[in-house]
């Protein structure tokens, strides 16, 4: 092992020489936090585990595996097993029932939180506990206190920020089911903040909660417009919802034009709280209403973020992950602003925070604050993931004895009842600060596309894909969106990607041979498996089908129109779904195949 003590890699000094120098109260306390916490990571997660076990110890689920009021690690790692989702779904349900005892938890659960249910089959209810939200809420803290070292004068603007709610769902036992998100925006801890001048958002609260998503987004965008010289920083929770925003100013700005030119909000906003709270602010305004006319009516729609808001110093998305892929068109729209990527959390837990986020995306690192949760990894290698199918239990990390390099699944343990919970997260260790790991987010542990032994998982398709699309900057045409299906409907069966292409100049596009070229190289990019695979005929050439320009939208409509969060919402990077499928299909411009085999011989592993 690497002693984090002795070999600390990449540690950033500057929250510690930051601590001791002239600063506001508030952050100085904030930094000083994070100081305390990664210094003390170890006896953290010790003292961290030893309240969950001691607070849970009478719990139906806990006394399962007769811990007997004990609370030490190992006691506790050669009793409780490790899980997955569907090993608990038997307690989750009879919670969702209506039983009130203590299963999981001492503490009543409040709600449960909803995952996407887009990355990985059904949407999964998440328990969770009234003072959970505390702890949420202390990791929000830490966020501006860290940016403040890297941006000055972030209290002198505002922030336009796209962010949404989604009308909850009730379990049998009367329980509310909602999404992280939703949760915290409807409680007090954000609707009754209090004032920041460093979280001044353009958005009232009435727009951000206010249940139809049109309408919302509307409002929002046209607090954005009204308060334009006073946005220094724009952003959303995924790189995709920002580019919805900036889709839908596309398709509306004539109405915002209309609006502010009159002083009259758009008749379709009909939520009475919307209205209230729009009539302070929208004021008739027809040199802002031409400003936007001339802008927005421009063919040309480049660096429109600056154009719009020219004061923005960067853009608050999550590009990490599958979100890399929206970074050519968000630094289209935005000249190259930075995107800082500030915090790591899902609906189980929130995890830790980007101690450095205005680093470059491809750098982006998460450190854990040990204080959220008790964590665990598993090593993720081709021995260990055998040894976790097997009956033997799969040996555990814990976060201090992290090795940098080496890749991990994240386990947690919280306070509302998860024990050695598999989140599904593959993370790397790229360093440390102080003696806190820190981690790149590598990709959910899954496998997208399989058709005979072949198994493709997220990330080396998105690295397939960013392979071929090198082929098309000649033709300045970028890949805006995609997603993918094992087509086994013929024999043999073959790999459909669809691509939503975003061509500059019409009469520069890329031709037919080009994209069946892009085709051949995504074949090239894939792993060892495939490429034999199609040497021998058992996989049929890999199919690139592009569509028609705003298809991912109305594909992102219709699964909000199902119940997706907005603020949740990732584009399915495979899909099966009959009427999603017929969606897509429907929308075909064109197909295109390889037409060459991939390079593959016995002594090519990779």
């Known amino acids: 092992m690497i002693s984090p003590s002795s070999s600390i890699m990449a540690v950033d000094s500057t929250l510690s020489s930051v601590v001791g120098a002239s600063f506001s109260e508030k952050d100085a306390k904030a930094l000083q936090f994070i100081e305390e916490m990664t210094k003390n990571v170890d006896s953290v997660q010790e003292r961290i585990l030893g309240e969950i076990l001691s607070r849970n110890a009478d719990t139906e ?40 005892s203590p299963i999981l938890s001492s503490h009543p659960i409040s709600e449960f939180l909803t995952s996407s249910g887009t990355s990985a089959g059904e949407r999964k209810l998440m328990p969770t506990i009234h003072e959970e939200l505390n702890r949420r809420q202390l990791l929000y803290s830490l966020l ?12 002198k603007g ?40 460093f979280n001044v958002y353009t958005s009232p609260n009435e727009t951000i909660l206010c249940p139809d998503s049109i309408q919302s987004m509307y409002a929002q965008m046209l607090c954005g417009l009204i308060m ?9 929770v995924f790189a995709s919802g920002l580019l919805k925003a900036i889709r839908f100013l596309q398709v509306n700005w004539k109405q915002f034009a209309h609006d502010i030119e009159t002083g009259t909000l758009n008749p379709k906003v009909t939520d009475p709280s919307v209205r209230e709270c729009m009539s302070k602010i929208l004021k008739l305004n027809p040199e802002l209403a031409a ?19 020219p004061n923005t110093k960067y853009l608050d998305v999550i590009v990490t992950g599958a979100m890399a892929q929206y970074i050519p068109t968000l630094e289209y729209y935005s000249g190259g602003l930075p995107m800082a990527c500030t915090m790591y959390a899902s609906s189980e837990c929130y995890f830790g925070l980007n101690l450095k986020p205005m680093c470059k995306p491809s750098e982006v690192s998460y450190t854990i604050m040990p204080n959220m949760a008790y964590f665990e990894f598993l090593p993720h290698d081709d021995s260990s993931a055998q040894d976790s199918s097997r009956d033997s239990p799969p040996r555990l990390v814990d976060l201090a004895d992290l090795e940098v390099g080496k890749e991990y699944e994240l386990i947690v343990t919280t306070y509302a009842g998860l024990c050695r919970y598999r989140v599904g997260d593959i993370l790397r260790v790229t360093g440390f600060h102080n003696a806190a790991p820190q981690f790149r987010f590598i990709r959910r542990k899954n496998v997208l596309l399989s058709i005979d032994s072949d198994k493709t998982d997220e990330s080396e398709l998105q690295q397939a894909i960013e392979n071929a699309s090198v082929l098309l900057k000649e033709f300045n045409t970028s890949v805006v969106e995609y997603t993918s299906y094992a087509d086994t409907k013929q024999i043999p069966g073959h790999y459909v990607i669809y691509w939503e292409l975003f061509v500059k100049d019409a009469a ?36 690139i089908r592009v569509v028609k320009n705003g298809t991912f939208e109305e594909l992102m409509d219709y699964a909000i129109s ?26 075909v411009v064109s197909k295109h195949f390889s037409r060459a085999l991939p390079h593959w011989t016995p002594d090519r592993r990779r």
């Open 61 to 100: 689920y806990l006394k399962r595996f007769q811990l007997n009021g004990a609370t030490d690690r190992d006691t506790f790692k050669s009793k409780v097993p490790v899980v997955t989702y569907e090993d608990l779904q038997p307690e989750i349900q009879r919670i969702a029932n209506g039983d009130k």
């Open 144 to 155: 501006m206190p860290v940016m403040n070292l890297y941006v000055p004068g972030l209290d």
């Open 158 to 197: 505002k922030g336009l920020y796209f962010l949404f709610i989604k009308a909850e769902t009730k379990t049998p036992g009367g329980l509310l089911a909602r999404p992280v998100l939703t949760s915290y925006y409807k409680s007090d801890h954000f609707k009754s903040r209090p004032y920041d001048p």
């Open 228 to 236: 334009r010289e006073e946005v220094l920083r724009v952003g959303a």
């Open 291 to 309: 400003f936007i006319t001339k802008e927005c009516s421009e063919e040309n729609w480049e660096c429109i973020i600056t154009r719009i808001w």
């Open 508 to 543: 520069n596009a890329p031709t037919g041979e080009v994209l069946s070229q892009c085709c051949f190289q995504m074949e090239e990019s894939l792993n060892a498996v495939y490429r034999q695979c199609r040497v021998a005929d058992s996989i049929g050439p890999l199919e």
């Open 562 to 587: 199902r119940g997706a969060s907005i603020n949740q919402y990732k584009v399915p990077r495979c899909v099966s779904f009959t009427p999603i499928m017929e969606l897509l299909d429907s929308r």
